[in-house]
């Protein structure tokens, strides 16, 4: 083949964007396949996303990552302690 043939096949994507026809993904497929079985039901436009969990002091999460960095120093100091020279 000569490189001119090839030149001639590349992908021209004004081209292909003013196909007449698009075929759909394979997951719009999917769905609308299923949807046709079972159609969903009909959602507001925000739901209401349902009970909340309190959540947790901002002040316990510092205290968690504080406790768990001093923890990891005072082991590091630990193990360098008992290491022979």
Not at 4 to 23: C, H, L, P, S, V
Not at 28 to 47: D, G, I, K, T, V
């Amino acid at each position: 083949m000569s490189q001119t043939g090839d030149d001639e096949r590349e992908f021209d994507i004004k081209w292909a964007d003013r196909a007449e026809f698009k075929e759909p993904s394979a997951r719009a497929r999917m769905l609308a396949a299923r949807w046709r079985e079972n159609p969903p039901e009909p959602q507001p436009f925000r739901a209401d996303p349902g009970p909340v969990e309190p959540r947790r002091s901002s002040w316990v999460s510092t205290a968690i990552v504080f406790g768990c960095v001093a923890a990891v120093i005072v082991l590091l100091g630990w193990v360098r302690f008992r290491a022979p020279y």
